[in-house]
């Protein structure tokens, strides 16, 4: 190796390594201005109002909640989100209009984005327990704000916890709000697999085709690829803006949130095959509001219909179609998801 190489070796890898530096600067720069800019947007300026994003001790483990709303005395509202372990705070941003009219708690769940840690104990992560963290977060927000009751909104495995415990502790709730509402697991896997394979085969599309009916556990990924997640898109683009852009979302999140979606899935993905909530939450005495995609496919929306018909609620129920949204209607078309809460579900079950 010549000495002309050496030296021409050298300088290349000098200039690569300037050029990956300048690359992570303005990366880090563009994340930090885009965060600073929605933060601008969204800020709480009301005397009456608070922004906090709070560690609280829940069944025995720190837990991250997130609290926002322009007036304190105004009606509790808390999203569950899905996943398992898939936060739904990194997305808060899109759903700030609702802050004006309600106190908006987002929650990190055991295990998920801000509330995982790898001491985590796996036995921890059941159903049970989550019924239980959900009930026990309600009584510390009620007790803080002097709240008779909240609003609770499920998403998707959130839905799951939502429905089991609002049939458990009706007394709690003023309504409750299902989104991508998951009624059945085993058939919800069924049909989202068949929607799979019905795309891959009207795309002509030797991959997915080829995966779908050789591999297995990759039917979740031609979902999202043929638009059964997010209505009209082939990928996470969108989440992964909005993710970027939170300002309460750091990059070290972005790893966490991803490792709790794995050990979530794998700590709870036996109990949570077996969920079947045609037979298990029959009736509940809660107003209900099921609010469901046309086009989503993670969750089959025509198996929540179908859910939705069957179940009982001598309080009400209502449900609402988003004909341009799969599995995410609160991002997907957000102002009529805040149009529903405020002027309808608001309206009509919240008591002063």
């Not at 009301?46 to 994003?53: D, F, H, M």
């Not at 939450?281 to 018909?309: C, K, N, W």
Request: charged residues 20%; contains cysteine; glycine residues 8%.
């Amino acid at each position: 190796m010549n000495a002309f190489f050496l030296t021409w070796l050298k300088r290349s890898a000098v200039a690569l390594l300037a050029l990956v530096t300048v690359a992570i600067f303005l990366f880090l720069a563009a994340h930090a201005y885009v965060q600073s800019k929605v933060r601008a947007e969204i800020r709480i300026t009301s005397p009456q109002g608070i922004e906090s994003l709070e560690k609280v001790s829940i069944g025995g483990v720190t837990q991250w909640v997130l609290i926002r709303g322009h007036d304190t005395a105004h009606p509790l509202l808390l999203f569950l989100h899905g996943g398992p372990g898939f936060p739904l705070m990194p997305f808060f941003q899109s759903n700030s209009p609702l802050e004006k009219e309600f106190l908006v708690v987002h929650w990190d769940q055991r295990g998920a984005g801000k509330s995982y840690f790898s001491t985590l104990p796996a036995e921890s992560l059941t159903i049970e327990q989550f019924i239980a963290d959900t009930r026990d977060l309600i009584q510390i927000l009620r007790h803080r704000f002097g709240a008779p009751r909240v609003y609770l909104v499920g998403h998707s495995w959130g839905s799951i916890i939502g429905m089991l415990t609002i049939h458990r502790y009706p007394e709690l709730f003023y309504a409750y709000v299902g989104i991508g509402q998951v009624a059945d697991m085993q058939e919800n896997e069924t049909a989202s697999f068949q929607f799979a394979v019905q795309a891959a085969t009207r795309a002509g599309n030797p991959q997915a085709i080829q995966e779908l009916t050789t591999v297995g556990n990759v039917g979740k990924k031609w979902v999202i690829a043929f638009g059964g997640n997010m209505y009209g898109e082939s990928d996470l683009r969108k989440l992964v803006y909005l993710g970027f852009s939170s300002p309460y979302h750091s990059l070290w999140d972005s790893k966490s949130m991803f490792d709790g979606v794995k050990f979530s899935a794998c700590a709870l993905g036996e109990e949570l095959s077996q969920i079947n909530l045609f037979q298990q939450v029959p009736t509940v005495e809660v107003p209900v509001y099921f609010l469901e995609g046309r086009h989503d496919y993670m969750a089959p929306s025509q198996i929540a219909e179908r859910y939705y018909h069957m179940l009982n609620v001598p309080k009400g129920k209502k449900l609402f179609w988003f004909d341009h949204s799969g599995h995410w209607p609160q991002l997907e078309e957000p102002n009529k998801f805040h149009e529903i809460l405020i002027n309808t579900i608001l309206k009509e079950t919240f008591e002063r």
